[in-house]
Protein backbone atom coordinates (compact mmCIF):
# COMPACT_ATOMS: atom_id res chain seq x y z
CA UNK A 1 0.00 0.00 0.00
CA UNK A 2 1.49 3.43 -1.37
CA UNK A 3 1.75 6.62 0.81
CA UNK A 4 -0.92 8.16 -1.58
CA UNK A 5 -3.87 5.03 -0.67
CA UNK A 6 -2.90 5.49 2.99
CA UNK A 7 -3.49 9.39 3.06
CA UNK A 8 -7.08 8.41 1.08
CA UNK A 9 -8.07 5.63 3.64
CA UNK A 10 -7.34 8.47 6.25
CA UNK A 11 -9.58 11.36 4.49
CA UNK A 12 -12.29 8.67 4.01
CA UNK A 13 -12.03 7.45 7.33
CA UNK A 14 -11.97 11.09 9.53
CA UNK A 15 -14.75 12.13 6.60
CA UNK A 16 -16.76 9.06 7.47
CA UNK A 17 -16.59 9.48 11.35
CA UNK A 18 -17.13 13.45 11.31
CA UNK A 19 -20.62 13.19 8.95
CA UNK A 20 -21.63 10.34 11.43
CA UNK A 21 -21.14 12.70 14.20
CA UNK A 22 -22.72 15.77 13.32
CA UNK A 23 -25.41 13.61 11.56
CA UNK A 24 -26.89 12.84 14.15
CA UNK A 25 -28.09 16.13 15.69
CA UNK A 26 -29.38 17.26 12.35
CA UNK A 27 -31.39 13.59 12.45
CA UNK A 28 -32.91 14.85 15.68
CA UNK A 29 -33.41 17.91 14.80
CA UNK A 30 -35.30 16.66 11.56
CA UNK A 31 -32.94 18.86 9.34
CA UNK A 32 -31.45 15.84 7.74
CA UNK A 33 -32.46 17.29 4.21
CA UNK A 34 -30.96 20.68 4.60
CA UNK A 35 -27.11 18.79 4.78
CA UNK A 36 -29.08 18.03 0.93
CA UNK A 37 -29.30 21.47 0.37
CA UNK A 38 -26.30 22.88 1.29
CA UNK A 39 -24.97 19.91 -0.91
CA UNK A 40 -26.68 21.07 -3.75
CA UNK A 41 -26.69 24.48 -3.20
CA UNK A 42 -22.51 24.20 -3.51
CA UNK A 43 -22.98 23.41 -7.11
CA UNK A 44 -23.21 27.12 -8.40
CA UNK A 45 -20.56 28.27 -5.72
CA UNK A 46 -17.87 26.12 -7.89
CA UNK A 47 -19.04 27.75 -11.17
CA UNK A 48 -18.64 30.64 -9.92
CA UNK A 49 -15.47 30.12 -8.66
CA UNK A 50 -14.24 28.76 -11.97
CA UNK A 51 -15.22 32.31 -13.70
CA UNK A 52 -13.81 33.75 -10.61
CA UNK A 53 -10.21 32.02 -11.30
CA UNK A 54 -10.45 32.71 -14.97
CA UNK A 55 -11.53 36.88 -13.84
CA UNK A 56 -7.76 37.01 -11.68
CA UNK A 57 -5.82 35.16 -14.37
CA UNK A 58 -5.62 31.62 -13.30
CA UNK A 59 -6.73 28.57 -15.48
CA UNK A 60 -10.10 28.35 -13.56
CA UNK A 61 -9.79 24.90 -11.10
CA UNK A 62 -7.56 26.57 -8.74
CA UNK A 63 -9.09 24.59 -5.65
CA UNK A 64 -8.96 27.34 -2.93
CA UNK A 65 -11.03 29.07 -4.85
CA UNK A 66 -13.60 26.58 -6.27
CA UNK A 67 -14.03 25.48 -2.44
CA UNK A 68 -14.36 29.23 -1.68
CA UNK A 69 -17.41 29.34 -4.00
CA UNK A 70 -18.42 26.60 -2.94
CA UNK A 71 -18.40 27.55 0.66
CA UNK A 72 -19.96 31.05 -0.09
CA UNK A 73 -22.77 29.57 -2.34
CA UNK A 74 -23.87 26.92 0.48
CA UNK A 75 -23.52 29.19 3.06
CA UNK A 76 -26.47 31.12 0.90
CA UNK A 77 -28.61 28.25 0.36
CA UNK A 78 -28.61 27.03 3.96
CA UNK A 79 -29.70 30.19 5.07
CA UNK A 80 -31.73 30.70 2.81
CA UNK A 81 -33.42 27.77 3.90
CA UNK A 82 -33.60 28.80 7.60
CA UNK A 83 -34.61 32.28 6.55
CA UNK A 84 -37.59 30.93 4.54
CA UNK A 85 -38.70 28.49 7.28
CA UNK A 86 -38.73 31.50 10.11
CA UNK A 87 -40.09 34.11 8.21
CA UNK A 88 -42.33 32.56 6.36
CA UNK A 89 -45.49 30.12 6.55
CA UNK A 90 -43.64 27.67 4.55
CA UNK A 91 -42.84 24.36 6.25
CA UNK A 92 -39.19 22.65 6.37
CA UNK A 93 -39.81 20.55 3.44
CA UNK A 94 -41.29 23.11 1.03
CA UNK A 95 -38.56 25.61 1.98
CA UNK A 96 -35.58 22.78 1.18
CA UNK A 97 -36.80 21.60 -2.25
CA UNK A 98 -37.61 25.16 -3.41
CA UNK A 99 -33.49 25.62 -2.28
CA UNK A 100 -32.36 22.86 -3.37
CA UNK A 101 -34.28 22.72 -6.97
CA UNK A 102 -32.99 26.73 -7.80
CA UNK A 103 -29.64 26.44 -6.54
CA UNK A 104 -29.14 22.96 -8.31
CA UNK A 105 -30.60 24.04 -11.59
CA UNK A 106 -28.64 27.67 -11.31
CA UNK A 107 -25.58 25.22 -10.95
CA UNK A 108 -26.69 23.30 -13.85
CA UNK A 109 -26.85 26.23 -15.97
CA UNK A 110 -23.63 27.70 -15.01
CA UNK A 111 -21.78 25.04 -15.79
CA UNK A 112 -22.89 24.86 -19.55
CA UNK A 113 -21.48 28.04 -19.66
CA UNK A 114 -17.93 26.77 -18.09
CA UNK A 115 -18.29 24.37 -20.92
CA UNK A 116 -18.72 27.09 -23.76
CA UNK A 117 -15.87 28.81 -22.07
CA UNK A 118 -12.02 28.90 -24.33
CA UNK A 119 -11.02 25.88 -21.60
CA UNK A 120 -13.20 23.94 -23.85
CA UNK A 121 -15.05 22.27 -21.36
CA UNK A 122 -15.92 21.30 -17.53
CA UNK A 123 -12.51 19.23 -17.01
CA UNK A 124 -11.27 19.04 -13.56
CA UNK A 125 -14.42 20.39 -11.76
CA UNK A 126 -15.98 16.77 -11.94
CA UNK A 127 -13.39 15.73 -8.94
CA UNK A 128 -15.55 18.39 -6.84
CA UNK A 129 -18.77 17.33 -7.98
CA UNK A 130 -18.68 13.80 -7.82
CA UNK A 131 -15.56 13.43 -5.79
CA UNK A 132 -11.53 12.43 -6.44
CA UNK A 133 -9.97 10.62 -4.14
CA UNK A 134 -7.14 9.55 -6.34
CA UNK A 135 -6.31 13.23 -6.25
CA UNK A 136 -5.79 13.72 -2.58
CA UNK A 137 -2.10 15.01 -1.44
CA UNK A 138 -0.63 15.63 1.93
CA UNK A 139 -1.47 19.01 1.83
CA UNK A 140 -5.72 17.86 1.36
CA UNK A 141 -5.20 14.90 4.20
CA UNK A 142 -3.92 18.12 6.59
CA UNK A 143 -7.14 20.25 5.45
CA UNK A 144 -9.61 17.44 6.28
CA UNK A 145 -8.04 16.61 9.54
CA UNK A 146 -8.19 19.65 11.04
CA UNK A 147 -11.80 20.51 9.54
CA UNK A 148 -12.88 16.94 11.09
CA UNK A 149 -10.40 17.52 14.59
CA UNK A 150 -12.64 21.60 14.96
CA UNK A 151 -16.18 19.89 13.76
CA UNK A 152 -15.70 17.29 16.54
CA UNK A 153 -14.53 19.57 19.21
CA UNK A 154 -17.33 22.03 18.27
CA UNK A 155 -19.94 18.58 18.60
CA UNK A 156 -18.74 18.10 21.78
CA UNK A 157 -17.61 21.15 23.55
CA UNK A 158 -21.52 22.12 22.28
CA UNK A 159 -22.87 18.71 22.85
CA UNK A 160 -25.71 19.60 25.35
CA UNK A 161 -27.00 22.82 23.88
CA UNK A 162 -27.08 21.14 20.84
CA UNK A 163 -28.95 18.43 22.86
CA UNK A 164 -31.24 20.59 24.29
CA UNK A 165 -32.10 22.36 20.89
CA UNK A 166 -32.33 18.77 19.19
CA UNK A 167 -35.04 17.96 21.61
CA UNK A 168 -37.05 20.53 23.19
CA UNK A 169 -36.15 23.69 20.57
CA UNK A 170 -39.19 25.49 22.40
CA UNK A 171 -38.06 25.28 25.95
CA UNK A 172 -34.62 26.35 25.06
CA UNK A 173 -36.20 29.46 23.21
CA UNK A 174 -38.10 29.84 26.18
CA UNK A 175 -34.69 29.55 28.81
CA UNK A 176 -32.90 32.15 26.79
CA UNK A 177 -30.42 29.69 24.68
CA UNK A 178 -30.11 31.36 21.46
CA UNK A 179 -31.93 28.86 18.85
CA UNK A 180 -31.27 30.88 15.94
CA UNK A 181 -27.69 30.85 16.28
CA UNK A 182 -27.13 27.20 17.64
CA UNK A 183 -28.92 26.30 14.33
CA UNK A 184 -26.31 28.35 12.34
CA UNK A 185 -23.08 26.48 14.24
CA UNK A 186 -25.07 23.06 13.32
CA UNK A 187 -25.40 24.41 9.57
CA UNK A 188 -21.71 25.46 9.90
CA UNK A 189 -20.49 21.87 11.05
CA UNK A 190 -22.69 20.61 7.90
CA UNK A 191 -20.90 23.34 5.22
CA UNK A 192 -17.69 22.41 6.39
CA UNK A 193 -18.24 18.48 6.07
CA UNK A 194 -19.73 19.15 2.65
CA UNK A 195 -16.43 21.90 2.00
CA UNK A 196 -13.60 18.98 2.65
CA UNK A 197 -16.13 16.19 1.51
CA UNK A 198 -15.90 17.52 -2.04
CA UNK A 199 -12.73 15.91 -2.29
CA UNK A 200 -13.67 12.78 -1.68
CA UNK A 201 -16.83 11.74 -2.44
CA UNK A 202 -18.34 15.23 -3.99
CA UNK A 203 -20.98 17.43 -3.36
CA UNK A 204 -24.21 14.96 -4.40
CA UNK A 205 -22.74 12.19 -2.46
CA UNK A 206 -21.63 13.72 1.02
CA UNK A 207 -25.76 14.06 2.33
CA UNK A 208 -25.44 10.53 2.38
CA UNK A 209 -23.00 10.39 4.48
CA UNK A 210 -24.48 12.57 6.66
CA UNK A 211 -28.06 10.45 7.04
CA UNK A 212 -27.14 6.93 6.57
CA UNK A 213 -24.65 6.44 9.67
CA UNK A 214 -27.04 8.07 11.88
CA UNK A 215 -30.00 6.56 10.43
CA UNK A 216 -28.20 2.93 11.11
CA UNK A 217 -27.28 4.27 14.87
CA UNK A 218 -30.77 4.71 15.78
CA UNK A 219 -31.47 0.66 15.65
CA UNK A 220 -28.23 -0.17 18.40
CA UNK A 221 -29.83 2.49 20.77
CA UNK A 222 -32.01 5.11 21.99
CA UNK A 223 -28.89 7.02 24.39
CA UNK A 224 -27.47 9.92 22.44
CA UNK A 225 -24.03 9.06 23.89
CA UNK A 226 -24.66 5.51 22.36
CA UNK A 227 -25.64 6.95 19.20
CA UNK A 228 -23.04 9.59 18.48
CA UNK A 229 -20.25 6.45 19.03
CA UNK A 230 -21.90 4.31 16.74
CA UNK A 231 -23.02 6.52 14.34
CA UNK A 232 -18.95 7.71 14.05
CA UNK A 233 -17.88 3.98 14.18
CA UNK A 234 -20.65 3.10 10.98
CA UNK A 235 -19.14 6.25 9.49
CA UNK A 236 -15.47 5.57 9.94
CA UNK A 237 -16.45 1.63 8.91
CA UNK A 238 -17.44 2.93 6.17
CA UNK A 239 -15.44 5.10 4.97
CA UNK A 240 -12.21 2.67 5.36
CA UNK A 241 -13.73 -0.25 3.99
CA UNK A 242 -15.06 2.39 1.04
CA UNK A 243 -11.50 3.04 0.68
CA UNK A 244 -10.02 0.03 0.20
CA UNK A 245 -12.33 -1.42 -2.24
CA UNK A 246 -11.53 1.51 -4.22
CA UNK A 247 -8.18 0.67 -4.06
CA UNK A 248 -8.44 -3.28 -4.29
CA UNK A 249 -11.03 -2.94 -7.83
CA UNK A 250 -9.88 -0.53 -10.57
CA UNK A 251 -12.19 2.06 -11.67
CA UNK A 252 -14.39 1.74 -8.55
CA UNK A 253 -14.82 5.44 -7.01
CA UNK A 254 -14.42 5.55 -3.39
CA UNK A 255 -17.33 7.62 -2.64
CA UNK A 256 -19.65 5.93 -4.40
CA UNK A 257 -18.11 2.71 -2.49
CA UNK A 258 -18.79 4.48 0.70
CA UNK A 259 -22.07 5.14 0.36
CA UNK A 260 -22.50 1.52 -0.97
CA UNK A 261 -20.83 0.37 2.75
CA UNK A 262 -23.03 2.51 4.22
CA UNK A 263 -26.39 1.65 2.82
CA UNK A 264 -24.73 -1.82 3.66
CA UNK A 265 -24.26 -1.38 7.32
CA UNK A 266 -27.82 0.46 7.37
CA UNK A 267 -28.94 -3.17 5.77
CA UNK A 268 -27.58 -5.05 8.68
CA UNK A 269 -28.24 -2.45 11.39
CA UNK A 270 -32.00 -2.60 10.42
CA UNK A 271 -32.28 -6.04 10.90
CA UNK A 272 -29.90 -7.01 13.48
CA UNK A 273 -29.75 -3.73 15.90
CA UNK A 274 -30.23 -4.12 19.22
CA UNK A 275 -32.43 -2.01 20.36
CA UNK A 276 -35.35 -1.70 17.10
CA UNK A 277 -33.47 -4.51 14.57
CA UNK A 278 -35.99 -6.26 12.81
CA UNK A 279 -34.72 -9.72 14.28
CA UNK A 280 -34.71 -8.01 17.84
CA UNK A 281 -37.92 -6.75 17.64
CA UNK A 282 -39.65 -10.02 16.65
CA UNK A 283 -37.38 -11.82 18.98
CA UNK A 284 -38.94 -9.51 21.35
CA UNK A 285 -42.52 -10.03 20.98
CA UNK A 286 -42.28 -14.14 20.61
CA UNK A 287 -40.44 -13.29 24.32
CA UNK A 288 -43.84 -10.80 24.89
CA UNK A 289 -46.42 -13.59 23.48
CA UNK A 290 -45.22 -16.58 25.66
CA UNK A 291 -44.81 -14.30 28.72
CA UNK A 292 -48.49 -13.39 28.38
CA UNK A 293 -49.79 -16.93 27.45
CA UNK A 294 -47.53 -18.20 30.35
CA UNK A 295 -49.66 -15.26 32.69
CA UNK A 296 -52.90 -16.52 31.13
CA UNK A 297 -52.32 -20.04 31.89
CA UNK A 298 -51.70 -19.36 35.51
CA UNK A 299 -54.39 -16.66 35.32
CA UNK A 300 -57.10 -19.86 34.17
CA UNK A 301 -56.02 -22.71 36.87
CA UNK A 302 -56.57 -19.89 39.60
CA UNK A 303 -59.62 -18.98 38.36
CA UNK A 304 -61.01 -22.81 37.77
CA UNK A 305 -59.92 -23.44 41.79
CA UNK A 306 -61.33 -20.14 42.39
CA UNK A 307 -65.04 -21.29 40.24
CA UNK A 308 -64.76 -24.64 43.13
CA UNK A 309 -64.27 -22.40 46.18
CA UNK A 310 -60.61 -24.13 46.57
CA UNK A 311 -58.67 -20.97 45.37
CA UNK A 312 -55.05 -21.03 47.00
CA UNK A 313 -53.92 -18.56 49.83
CA UNK A 314 -51.08 -15.86 48.96
CA UNK A 315 -49.28 -16.75 52.18
CA UNK A 316 -49.70 -20.14 53.88
CA UNK A 317 -50.27 -22.65 50.92
CA UNK A 318 -47.28 -24.60 49.66
CA UNK A 319 -49.37 -26.26 46.40
CA UNK A 320 -52.77 -25.83 45.30
CA UNK A 321 -55.20 -28.82 44.43
CA UNK A 322 -55.40 -30.12 40.87
CA UNK A 323 -56.74 -28.91 37.64
CA UNK A 324 -57.38 -31.11 34.72
CA UNK A 325 -55.27 -29.62 31.70
CA UNK A 326 -58.50 -30.66 29.39
CA UNK A 327 -60.67 -27.98 31.82
CA UNK A 328 -57.55 -25.58 31.44
CA UNK A 329 -56.92 -25.24 27.82
CA UNK A 330 -60.76 -25.45 27.21
CA UNK A 331 -61.39 -22.15 29.53
CA UNK A 332 -58.42 -20.84 27.54
CA UNK A 333 -59.58 -21.81 23.99
CA UNK A 334 -56.23 -23.24 23.19
CA UNK A 335 -54.97 -26.19 21.07
CA UNK A 336 -53.96 -29.26 23.01
CA UNK A 337 -50.03 -28.49 21.38
CA UNK A 338 -50.02 -24.65 22.20
CA UNK A 339 -51.11 -25.63 25.45
CA UNK A 340 -48.76 -28.65 26.43
CA UNK A 341 -45.72 -26.13 25.19
CA UNK A 342 -46.82 -23.40 27.63
CA UNK A 343 -47.68 -25.79 30.79
CA UNK A 344 -44.28 -27.20 29.94
CA UNK A 345 -42.60 -23.72 30.03
CA UNK A 346 -44.18 -23.39 33.54
CA UNK A 347 -43.34 -27.06 34.54
CA UNK A 348 -39.61 -26.06 34.12
CA UNK A 349 -39.72 -22.60 35.49
CA UNK A 350 -41.56 -24.56 38.71
CA UNK A 351 -44.65 -22.73 38.96
CA UNK A 352 -46.36 -25.40 37.76
CA UNK A 353 -46.19 -29.29 38.78
CA UNK A 354 -46.92 -32.03 36.43
CA UNK A 355 -49.13 -34.69 37.83
CA UNK A 356 -49.05 -36.75 34.96
CA UNK A 357 -50.80 -37.26 32.09
CA UNK A 358 -54.09 -35.22 33.06
CA UNK A 359 -53.92 -32.64 36.06
CA UNK A 360 -51.37 -29.76 37.30
CA UNK A 361 -50.97 -28.09 40.78
CA UNK A 362 -49.75 -24.43 41.28
CA UNK A 363 -46.36 -24.57 43.23
CA UNK A 364 -45.42 -22.00 46.02
CA UNK A 365 -44.24 -19.63 43.33
CA UNK A 366 -46.74 -20.54 40.87
CA UNK A 367 -49.56 -19.38 43.25
CA UNK A 368 -47.94 -16.30 43.87
CA UNK A 369 -47.54 -15.41 40.28
CA UNK A 370 -50.89 -16.27 39.67
CA UNK A 371 -52.00 -14.14 42.64
CA UNK A 372 -49.79 -11.34 40.66
CA UNK A 373 -51.56 -11.95 37.42
CA UNK A 374 -55.01 -12.20 38.53
CA UNK A 375 -55.00 -8.86 40.79
CA UNK A 376 -53.67 -6.87 37.73
CA UNK A 377 -56.22 -8.34 35.27
CA UNK A 378 -58.62 -7.47 37.94
CA UNK A 379 -57.86 -4.34 38.63
CA UNK A 380 -57.65 -3.21 34.99
CA UNK A 381 -61.70 -5.04 34.96
CA UNK A 382 -62.45 -2.09 37.84
CA UNK A 383 -60.55 0.37 35.79
CA UNK A 384 -62.54 -0.22 32.84
CA UNK A 385 -65.67 -1.26 34.24
CA UNK A 386 -65.79 2.30 36.38
CA UNK A 387 -64.81 4.48 33.51
CA UNK A 388 -66.49 2.31 30.24
CA UNK A 389 -69.42 1.79 28.87
CA UNK A 390 -68.90 -2.02 28.10
CA UNK A 391 -70.03 -5.48 28.45
CA UNK A 392 -68.20 -7.81 30.86
CA UNK A 393 -66.73 -10.08 28.37
CA UNK A 394 -65.65 -6.80 26.53
CA UNK A 395 -64.10 -5.54 29.55
CA UNK A 396 -62.13 -8.76 30.25
CA UNK A 397 -61.12 -8.75 26.31
CA UNK A 398 -59.45 -5.31 26.79
CA UNK A 399 -58.18 -6.07 30.23
CA UNK A 400 -56.54 -9.31 28.67
CA UNK A 401 -54.96 -7.04 26.05
CA UNK A 402 -53.51 -4.14 28.03
CA UNK A 403 -52.72 -6.32 31.59
CA UNK A 404 -49.37 -7.52 30.32
CA UNK A 405 -47.96 -3.91 29.69
CA UNK A 406 -48.57 -2.72 33.05
CA UNK A 407 -45.21 -1.39 35.06
CA UNK A 408 -45.41 -0.75 38.68
CA UNK A 409 -46.38 2.71 38.72
CA UNK A 410 -49.21 2.37 36.63
CA UNK A 411 -50.37 -0.72 38.94
CA UNK A 412 -50.39 1.61 41.81
CA UNK A 413 -52.00 3.82 40.33
CA UNK A 414 -55.02 1.36 39.67
CA UNK A 415 -54.69 0.34 43.30
CA UNK A 416 -55.50 4.12 44.31
CA UNK A 417 -57.92 4.86 41.83
CA UNK A 418 -60.14 1.74 41.57
CA UNK A 419 -59.75 -0.05 45.13
CA UNK A 420 -60.60 0.08 48.66
CA UNK A 421 -57.78 0.48 51.01
CA UNK A 422 -58.94 -2.91 52.42
CA UNK A 423 -59.04 -5.27 49.67
CA UNK A 424 -55.38 -4.74 48.98
CA UNK A 425 -53.92 -8.33 50.03
CA UNK A 426 -56.49 -10.84 47.70
CA UNK A 427 -57.31 -10.24 44.40
CA UNK A 428 -60.53 -8.37 44.29
CA UNK A 429 -63.34 -10.51 42.81
CA UNK A 430 -64.38 -10.43 39.15
CA UNK A 431 -66.48 -8.70 37.49
CA UNK A 432 -67.97 -11.70 35.47
CA UNK A 433 -68.33 -15.20 36.63
CA UNK A 434 -65.43 -17.25 36.95
CA UNK A 435 -64.51 -21.08 36.53
Not at 62 to 74: D, F, K, N, R, Y
Not at 183 to 205: A, K
Not at 272 to 287: A, C, D, E, F, T
Amino acid sequence: MDYNTRLVILGCAMLGAVCGLVGVFLLLRKRSLIADAICHASLPGIAMGFFASLALGGQGREPLVLLAGAAISGILGGLAVIGLRRYTRLKEDAALGIVLSVFFSLGMALLSLVQQTESGNAAGLEGFIYGNTAGIVAQDAKLIAMVCIGVTAGVLLLRKELQLLCFDPAYASAQGWPVLLLDLILMSFVLLIVIVGTSIVGVLLVVAMVVIPPAAARFWSDRLDWNLLASSLIGLTAGILGALSSWRIEHVPSGASMVLFAAALFAVSLFIGMRHGILWRLRQKYVLRWQADQEHLLRGVYELLEGEQKAPAMHGDLRSDEVEKKRIANKLGWTDRHFLRVANQLVRKGWLIDRGSSALVLSSTGIQQSHRAVRRHRLLELYFSRWADLSPDAIDRCADYTEHALDDELLARLERDAMDVGSRIDPPPSIHPVG
